[in-house]
């Protein structure tokens, strides 16, 4: 691999027959075009030509996709949707937090009118769901919690201690035995720690 | 062994601050049968939080009894809280596209949707102004969300919410007295009425409008109820005299 270089979106790279464009790369006029600011590699695939691509940090980020189970952590909830910051995408954490959002009709897969998001969601919340839609540039991600392993994971109750699930639509907190409403998780038994 | 009722009886009455603490560890037993032991049930009401295998009191005031087996702290407070269910007085602050905001007294301005009076739909707007008084009850009160009001009940019957308040003195008491005044058989209401008429719409954010035939008499309405907050009913009702006494 050459030495790291910096780049500029827009700044000319190297033209097509010296390289393949890869991530973060533009092809036009026979050129190669730099689309994202960060540093210039080049890779040697195996194939005649070698792969150029622009990074930001030296691992290249994996993005969430469409179908991707990610980890979020509830910021706001509203009577229409709650807004959430995507912590994980699977198991690998990001370093960038991504805001997406759980609209109403999303969190239930049945009586998705009847559904209140204060008896779903509260701030605060550690949430497992699903990436629908990347949503264009102004709109967060949309999720969805409409299947039974998806919802609130960890919740921590009014007087702060870590609750217990008892039901799909109820946890409990150990300390003032109170129950609180939320979409609960099934989460797989392999997954949970004794 | 009555260690549970006893521990709260005897502190009836009294002033009880935050952080005191009732505990019930059960004792040990002797004899190891567990017969000695006896379940009872106790409602702790506002005031009080669970810890575990103690009771905290978590606001300042006089503990209070109701039988059977109820409890709870009697405090005075004058800031609101908006809770589910509560009739309140706002007064409207803004009106944007669907909604009106309404101030209640509270740390957020609640929302009113223009649908949510009695008879209203799209085509047929309510007439309501910024700076209207409104009595409307809370759907949605906690708080993690904006709270929302409506002037409807589940029927769809306005069941005496909506603008009111033509003429009449709008003023700020404390919830106490509040709670008080809206007691199924209020002392302080009947005295009132012996003096001379008046309507008076109670809200429970504190806020209490009044309105009598004259504005002179609205204004001792209004004097009378700020002042007996602080008095015993006899000390109320030989002030009721000497006013009733004094304007006829």
């Given at each position: 691999m050459s030495p790291m270089k910096l780049c500029v979106p827009g700044e000319r790279l190297c033209s097509t027959e010296d390289c393949i464009p890869g991530t973060g790369t533009d092809l036009r006029h026979g050129y190669i075009f730099a689309t994202l600011a960060g540093y210039v590699l080049r890779k040697n695939?195996?194939?005649e030509l070698p792969v150029i691509s622009v990074v930001r940090e030296t691992e290249a980020q994996l993005l969430p996709d469409v179908g991707a189970i990610v980890t979020c952590k509830v910021t706001s909830i509203n009577p229409r949707f709650a807004k959430v910051h995507i912590l994980y995408v699977g198991s690998t954490p990001l370093k960038d937090r991504f805001r997406g959002t759980i609209r109403r009709e999303d969190v239930?897969?049945?009586?998705?009118?009847?559904?209140e998001t204060y008896k779903s969601f509260r701030p605060g919340d550690i949430v497992l769901a699903k990436v629908i839609s990347l949503g264009d540039v102004q709109s967060n991600y949309l999720l969805t919690?409409?299947?039974?392993?998806?919802?609130?994971v960890v919740a921590h109750s009014e007087a702060g201690a870590q609750m217990v699930p008892i039901s799909w639509c109820e946890m409990q907190c150990p300390r003032t035995h109170a129950k609180e409403f939320r979409k609960v998780a099934r989460v797989q038994p392999e997954y949970l720690q004794a | 062994m009555d260690t549970v009722h006893a521990r709260f009886k005897e502190k009836i009455g009294e002033v009880l601050l935050p952080g005191d603490v009732f505990s019930f560890r059960l004792p040990e037993d002797?004899?190891?049968?567990?017969?000695n032991i006896k379940t009872e049930k106790i409602i702790c009401g506002p005031g009080f939080r669970r810890n575990g295998e103690e009771v905290q009191v978590c606001k300042s005031g006089i503990l209070r009894h109701k039988q059977p087996n109820l409890y709870w702290i009697d405090s005075q407070q004058r800031r609101y809280v908006p809770a589910k269910g509560e009739s309140v007085i706002g007064i409207v602050t803004a009106k944007s596209g669907d909604i009106f905001k309404v101030d209640v007294g509270g740390s957020d301005q609640a929302s009113l949707s223009?649908?949510?009076?009695?008879?209203?739909t799209k085509r047929n707007r309510p007439n309501v102004q910024v700076g209207d008084l409104v009595y409307s009850q809370f759907t949605i009160a906690n708080k993690d969300m904006e709270p929302e009001l409506v002037c409807i009940d589940s029927c769809g019957r306005a069941n005496g919410m909506g603008v009111f308040g033509a003429d009449g003195l709008l003023f700020k008491v404390s919830l106490g007295l509040v709670r008080r005044l809206l007691a199924p058989q209020s002392e302080i209401v009947k005295d009132l009425e012996k003096i001379f008429p008046f309507e008076l719409v109670v809200g429970m954010n504190g806020r209490v409008w009044v309105k009598a035939k004259t504005v002179q008499q609205t204004l001792i309405v209004a004097n009378l109820l700020e002042t007996c907050?602080?008095?015993t009913s006899q000390q109320r009702q030989t002030l009721f005299r000497r006013v009733a006494e004094g304007s006829l």
């Open positions: 695939e195996g194939e239930r897969a049945t009586e998705k009118d009847k559904v919690t409409a299947e039974n392993e998806l919802g609130v | 002797g004899d190891g049968d567990g017969n223009y649908l949510a009076f009695e008879g209203a907050e602080n008095m």
